[in-house]
Nanobody
Framework: QVQLVESGGGLVQPGGSLKLSCKAS????????MGWYRQAPGKQRDLVAT???????NLQDSLKGRFTISRDNAANTVYLQMNNLMPEDTALYYC??????????WGRGTQVTVSS
């Protein structure tokens, strides 16, 4: 059974930083694509970034320069470093995992609120 456990969300002032973590269990890291999506109230769930086990990345263009995705395959964990946060970054951030053997899994989400 694949499980995803997210951590690191919270309340931060504009211009601040947060680092999200998502640890996967029940599946080998080498077989997965992991990453993050986000969903603001009343909006659809959108891609933030994904990363393959070999290090290939896909990051939403509008977030380049502020957000960075990384992963530790040994720890089966993906990270999202978010800098210079803006109020429009406020959303529920979902961990994402895909593997050919199991399909798509989602975490429960971690709330990020950017407000003064």
């Amino acid at each position: 059974q694949v499980q995803l456990v997210e951590s690191g969300g919270g309340l931060v002032q504009p211009g601040g930083s947060l680092k999200l973590s998502c640890k996967a269990s029940g599946i080998k890291s080498s077989t997965t694509v992991m990453g993050w999506y986000r969903q603001a109230p009343g909006k659809q769930r959108d891609l933030v970034a994904t990363m393959t086990a070999l290090g290939g990345t896909n990051l939403q263009d509008s977030l380049k320069g502020r957000f960075t995705i990384s992963r530790d395959n040994a720890a089966n964990t993906v990270y999202l470093q978010m800098n210079n946060l803006m109020p429009e970054d406020t959303a529920l951030y979902y961990c994402y995992l895909w593997a050919s053997t199991v399909g798509v899994y989602w975490g429960r989400g971690t709330q990020v609120t950017v407000s003064s």
